[in-house]
């Protein structure tokens, strides 16, 4: 998670508050505060089941004074984002290699795919 805010520097983050499948209020608010450090939150994936009986105002607490605005959004609101800077993505590894450098099927293989 902390690569994330090294490479992309989100201003927003949507991050599971449940607990149960996934991390609770604290730990996404030490995943937040800490590692992607976003200026805004949306936290979702929570009181649907009571196994996953959380709350977004455990994870405002959790955050403490941190300076992160949380989205607490019930079901059925929309927001609307505008991009503030140009969105760059990271290439997939294999993309920045030669074309030579890319594995190669063995010829035999192909050899024994081939009809007789």
Do not use: W
């Not at 030490?30 to 450090?37: D, H, N, T």
């Not at 949380?70 to 927001?79: E, R, S, T």
């Not at 984002?81 to 063995?106: E, K, L």
């Amino acid at each position: 998670m902390a690569l994330i805010n090294k490479f992309y520097k989100p201003d927003l983050a949507l991050v599971c508050i449940g607990g149960h499948f996934t991390m609770d209020p604290e730990h996404a608010a030490y995943a937040v505060r800490e590692l992607i450090r976003p200026k805004q939150v949306i936290p979702m994936h929570y009181g649907t089941y009571p196994v996953i009986n959380r709350t977004p105002a455990e994870f405002k607490a959790a955050l403490g004074n941190a300076p992160i605005k949380v989205l607490d959004m019930k079901p059925g609101d929309a927001l609307k984002f505008r991009a503030t800077r140009r969105i760059t993505r990271a290439r997939p590894p294999c993309a920045s290699r030669p074309q030579s450098a890319r594995h190669q099927p063995d010829s035999q293989k192909d050899a024994s795919r081939r009809a007789p």
